[in-house]
């Protein structure tokens, strides 16, 4: 009887460090798709210079580089120009 137990579980002694090592590796998969989620182009980060919400400041610096193109194509003049960046770099 007890030479059956012994025969049946040879061989099994290293199954607790492979599963140990699973775990490792699914815990390390775990953290290493949060950090890419965290980190993705697409969110916003919130580290802004000016304090403001993500948004504000690159809608801010889109609309300055629209204005920007609009000057150098003539489309509006200087002063129409420095009225629009004035309003556009007060805080909301």
Do not use: K
Not at 13 to 18: I, S
Not at 29 to 51: E, K, M, N, T, W
Not at 80 to 92: D, T, V
Request: glycine fraction near 12%; proline fraction near 4%.
């Amino acid at each position: 009887m007890w030479g059956d137990y012994n025969e049946m579980h040879d061989g099994y002694g290293f199954g607790w460090f492979a599963m140990l090592v699973l775990l490792l590796v699914l815990v390390g998969l775990a953290v290493a798709l949060l950090v890419v989620f965290l980190r993705s182009p697409g969110r916003p980060s919130g580290r802004d210079s000016a304090g403001s919400s993500p948004g504000a400041t690159t809608g801010s610096s889109e609309a300055a580089l629209i204005l920007r193109r609009r000057f150098a194509a003539g489309e509006i003049d200087e002063d129409e120009f420095r009225r629009r960046m004035a309003a556009l770099s007060e805080p909301a």
